[in-house]
Structure formats: C-alpha cells, structure tokens
C-alpha cells in the first residue's frame, strides 16, 4: 500500500499543503477526494456486512459522515454516532448536511449489538491531525467498546488519540488494524506506539503528492527494503576476505563476554572479511576462542588496540558489555584519539555511557574526521541529552537529531519504530522489526552487523540505514517463520539476516522481476 519514494511528513507539511490546496480548488473536493479513497478501500477490503462509522467534531468527523453517505449510496448497510459538535468547520457542516436521513444514531454504538455480533467495520473518523487536547470521556468510551467487538477497525488519516508526529498515544486511543492517512504518510504511524494503534498503513494522496513533494526537503523516510540496494549487491568471484574489510570490536567485560560473541558473531553472518574481538578484560583473555565460531579472532582489548595497525583493522565498534571502568574509558580513548579517525566507527551501549559522562570524549568524537554511528536506546539517549527517557520518548524524532547534532554523528534510536538521524539531522524510521526484538542482546547483534556492513565498504549512511532494515527484517522473517515475537533469542536474528541477504543477491542476479 507504500508509495515507491516513501515520504514521512509531519503536520506543520500537511496542513501548508492542504492550506494550499484548500485555496486553488473548488470547496469541498478534498473531503469528498478523502471520502471516496476511503470508500473504494471498503468496497475493496470489506465488501460485505454492516458498517459502523464513529465520528468527531472537525473535519475527520466529516471525512467519515461523507464516507457514510457514499457507502449507504453503495447499498451499504451504516450506522453513524457522532460526538457532540456545536459549530463543525465549512467542509465537515457541507458533509453533514449531506449525510441520507436515518444514518444518524442517537445514544451509543454499545447499545448496537446487545446479542454481541460485531459489525463487519468500524471507521474511527473522531480525530485526525487536529486532536490537541485529551480524548473526551466519550471518545474514549468508544475506543474502548470498538477494542472489544474485535470487529476490524479502519482509522481515517490517524488512529484517534495517536499524535500524528511523535506516535505518542493516549492510553483510551483507538486501536486500528487498518489506517488510511491522507495527502502523506507520518511518522507517528511508524513509530513508538504507531505499531500498536495504527495496523496496516494505506495512504490516499488526494491528487496532491506533487504539492507535497516540494515539501520534501523537511520529510523523513520510512525505511524499506527498496532503500537498502547495497545489502543485495552480488558479491564480485574474485574478492578474497580483504575484499570485505576486518572488523575490531571492544566488548565484553568479565561477566558480559555474551555481549562480545553476539556481536562479533552477528558480524560473521553479516559477511564481514575477519573479526577481531578485543574483549574488555585488562591482562589476559578469559575466553581462547567462541568455540561454535572459532573464525572469530579473540584477544584483550589493549593488545587489539596496540595492535590494530599491523592487524589491519579497519572498522571499529565498541561499547558492547564493554563495562564503565577506568580501563573500559582508556580504551574508548585511544580508540577516539590514536586511530585513524577516518575509519568507521560504530559506538554503542556502555561506550555511551561513557560519553554522556565525560565531556572530555564528546569531544574526541565531535573532532572526527569521518562521523560515526551511535545506536543508544532510550536510556542511554537520555544520557547523553542529559535528560529523562520520557522526554526523549514524547519526541524520538527532535530527540535522535538533537543527539546527532551535539555528537556530529549518524545516531540510531533503537526501541519500536527506530529513528535514524544523519549529523545534520535528515531522519528515517525503520519500517521493519517487531516486539521480538524486546530482548536482552539484541543491540549487540545490531551493532555487530552495522559495523560488519562498515567493514564491507557501505558508506555510514547506507550502513546506517540498511543496518537497522536488516536487524528488524530477519525478526520478522523470523515471526513470519514462528521463532517469535515471543521467546525469539538474539542469536537468532544474524542467521535469518544472513538468508534475507543471500535470498535478495540472489534475486538481483536473476534481475528485474525477482522478489527482494
Ligand atoms: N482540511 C482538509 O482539507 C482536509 C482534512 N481532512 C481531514 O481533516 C482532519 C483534520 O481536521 P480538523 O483540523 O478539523 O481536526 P480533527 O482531527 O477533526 O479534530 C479537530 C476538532 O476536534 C476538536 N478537538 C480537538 N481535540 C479535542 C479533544 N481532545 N476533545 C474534544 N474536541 C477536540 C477541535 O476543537 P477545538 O480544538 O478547535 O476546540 C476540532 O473541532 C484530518 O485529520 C483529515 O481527516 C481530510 O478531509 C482531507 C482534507
Ligand atoms: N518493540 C520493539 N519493536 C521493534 N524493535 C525493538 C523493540 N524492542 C526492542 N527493539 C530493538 O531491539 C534492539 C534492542 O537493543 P538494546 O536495548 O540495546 O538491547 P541490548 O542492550 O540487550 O542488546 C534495538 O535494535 C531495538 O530497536
Ligand atoms: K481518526
């Protein structure tokens, strides 16, 4: 249901292009435009059956009253209850006024179905893009009773009580399994609490996308395998494993080896050339060898830091169980200072810690002559703003470019709906993964791969991006396959990302046509 160029745009862009819109044509043609996207997507999608529409004030209310009559005009069978409105805005009045007699319900949609037989849909049309204040008590009421019909839920433009922009959703919000957004597609249907309360994602541009595509310049990006070409480049014969570059890694301090091997492991399967692992441990190394992958290169941190040019590392990443110590700090310094500060560098987990807590590494990490990538989670972003993990929360999108802006680097915020920011703060959304993900390990897996795509030659952008794609992907393969979203282990997610991989090289060998 995506647009090939997948745009996220966030309000202030949708109503500059609707106030455009609005003014150059005819009264009304973009209600009856978004009424009658809606009615073909019901035509299409629930043919039969009766059909509850739930309606609100302004003129998501009158989206869905002229939805009602299209549909009753269809030989539909549909049943409004609409919340108290004193003084509808012009095109939301025209649609009430339009609305057949008999449509209109008085008290509410509880009292429908006593015997307890859901309608075939509901449409929530209470709240769009222009819900500024907590739902009414009857608002929520509804959500409520639509939640336990199970009855499908088809949300126009936004599910109400969903924030539009931050996905940040009121506890009595409307849970949709379906939402048709209007003009463009938002950010808050794709992240944080989007997932859960937005369902499948349509959008209906109304005829103005080309309005809006000059509004691209601000847009983010929902991340989608079409934007990851560089993860299904067939491999060249004649390469050898110089060809895909040696990764150092700097993890795993005494009691968090775990942390190392499913990052340096996930590195293998992501097809990085050799591994390196510097285990965060001061003397000598606990652990000779990760027995299930004995390619895997261990030795402690200081001897692969002090060793890296002869090694011929050439891609970092570090933090992973890497602890907070004194020695753990020495060696994220050298890491920052000696080596060559073009070489790409992945910083995660207790690396960030460290950062948020020493002003004097901010530094190092801002004088960088290449950016680097830092994957914190909420917490760890809280950290390094120096504030709490609600207020990164209420806006992951402000909050992953404030950080990369003060760090100049590429910042992944991880959670459902993961934002990426470039350092001048362009932003995407991860449009794969799932609640599988929510367990312990999976970051380090998520930072072995980035550094392993580094290590292959991907520029930090492509990396970047297509990290994160590949990481949320192979959970969902993994779902699609039964292995979760409960109980799904880390150490699962590099082999599934391994076969995505493998499968999409080998459709770009067979061409176009070829399923990615
Ligand atoms: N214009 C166009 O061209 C097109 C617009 N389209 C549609 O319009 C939608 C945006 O419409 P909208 O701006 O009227 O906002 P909407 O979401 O219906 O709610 C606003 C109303 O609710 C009220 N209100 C707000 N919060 C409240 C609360 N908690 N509790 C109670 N009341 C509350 C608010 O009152 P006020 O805040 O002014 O007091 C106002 O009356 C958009 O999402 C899309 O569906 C499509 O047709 C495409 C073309
Ligand atoms: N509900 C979710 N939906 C999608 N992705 C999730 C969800 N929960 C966690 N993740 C992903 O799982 C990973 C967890 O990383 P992190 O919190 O650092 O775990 P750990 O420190 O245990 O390795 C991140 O990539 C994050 O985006
Ligand atoms: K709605």
């Known amino acids: 249901m995506h647009a090939p160029a997948h745009f996220l745009f966030r309000t202030p862009s949708i109503r500059l292009v609707e106030r455009e819109a609005l003014a150059s044509l005819p009264a009304h043609t973009l209600m009856r435009r978004a009424a009658w996207a809606a009615a073909d997507l019901v035509a299409q999608r629930w043919p039969e059956g009766a059909i509850v529409i739930l309606c609100g004030p302004g003129n998501n209310g009158g989206d869905g009253a002229m939805l009602a009559a299209l549909l ?203 591994i390196l692992v510097g285990l965060a441990e001061p003397d000598s190394c606990s652990l000779a060898c990760d027995p299930l992958h004995p390619e895997l290169m261990l030795r402690p941190a200081g001897d692969l830091l002090a060793q890296a040019g002869s090694l011929g590392v050439t891609c970092w990443v570090a933090g992973c169980g890497m602890g907070t110590g004194t020695a753990s700090h020495t060696w994220l310094a050298q890491l920052l200072t000696r080596l060559p500060g073009e070489q790409p560098l992945v910083l995660d987990a207790d690396a960030l810690t460290l950062l948020a807590g020493d002003p004097a590494l901010a530094t190092m990490l801002v004088s960088r002559h290449t950016p680097a990538i830092l994957t914190p989670h909420p917490r760890e972003a809280a950290r390094l703003l120096g504030t709490g993990t609600d207020a990164i929360q209420a806006d992951r999108i402000a909050a992953a470019q404030a950080l990369a802006a003060r760090y100049r680097a590429w910042v992944i915020l991880k959670g459902a709906g993961t934002v990426v920011s470039s350092p001048t703060g362009q932003w995407s959304i991860n449009g794969s993964g799932n609640a599988g993900l929510a367990t312990a390990g999976t970051g380090d897996v998520l930072a072995g791969m980035l550094g392993a795509l580094l290590a292959q030659g991907l520029a930090v952008d492509d990396a970047a991006r297509a990290g994160v794609w590949l990481h949320g992907a192979a959970a969902d393969e993994l779902v699609a396959q039964g292995t979760g979203p409960i109980g799904l282990t880390a150490g699962e997610i590099a082999p599934a990302a391994r076969l995505l991989r493998n499968r999409g090289q080998s459709d770009a060998r067979r061409g176009p046509g070829a399923s990615a």
């Open 72 to 274: 009753h005009q269809a030989g539909r069978c549909v049943r409004v209850w609409a919340l108290p409105h004193a003084a509808p805005p012009p095109d939301a009045a025209q649609a009430w006024r339009e609305l057949p007699e008999g449509l209109l319900q008085p008290g509410d949609p509880s009292q429908l179905h006593p015997e307890g037989k859901p309608p075939a849909l509901i449409v929530d049309a209470l709240f769009g893009i222009g819900l500024s204040r907590p739902l009414p008590d009857q608002a929520a009421r509804w959500a409520g009773w639509a939640r336990l019909t199970q009855a499908p839920v088809l949300a126009l433009d936004v599910p109400s009580g969903l924030d539009a922009d931050t996905g940040v959703a009121q506890a009595a919000s409307i849970v949709a399994t379906h939402t048709l957004t209007y003009i463009g597609d938002k950010p808050g249907l794709h992240t944080r609490g989007g997932g859960d309360h937005a369902g499948t994602v349509g959008v209906a541009d109304l005829g103005l996308s080309e309005r809006l595509a000059h509004h691209a310049h601000g847009a983010g990006r929902l991340i989608q395998a079409s934007d990851c070409p560089a993860l299904f480049t067939p491999r060249g014969n004649d390469t050898h494993k110089g060809s895909y570059g040696t990764l150092g890694l700097i993890a795993g301090a005494p009691g968090m080896a775990g942390a190392a091997l499913l990052a340096a492991r996930a590195a293998l399967y992501a097809g990085a050339g050799k």
